[in-house]
């Protein structure tokens, strides 16, 4: 049985720009979540940031830190929006 690994991924829309593997006990799923919502960050501009760190029920509010999981079979994280990055775990 291998180790396992975080992939983290980015998308700019369908193509590929980054890919990392670290080990997975050097994140909690937490920290994952915080590093995923600091990537998609980047691609902002800061109105919109602050209107990402709203809350839900606010009017201004931003989905673009909002972090889904697959339900699928395979155990992921993914942001929201465009680019948006991915956080799996895989076997080594």
Do not use: C
């Not at 980015?10 to 937490?30: F, H």
């Not at 673009?64 to 994280?77: C, I, K, P, T």
């Amino acid at each position: 049985m291998g180790s396992r690994s975080w992939v983290i991924v980015g998308y700019d829309s369908t193509k590929q720009v980054y890919e990392r593997r670290l080990p997975e006990g050097s994140l909690s799923e937490a920290e994952v979540i915080t590093m995923l919502q600091r990537l998609a960050s980047r691609h902002l501009t800061d109105d919109e940031v602050v209107s990402a760190s709203l809350r839900k029920n606010a009017s201004a509010h931003r989905s673009d830190f909002e972090v889904l999981r697959n339900g699928g079979g395979r155990y992921a994280l993914m942001t929201t929006g465009n680019p948006h990055y991915i956080a799996s775990i895989d076997e080594d």
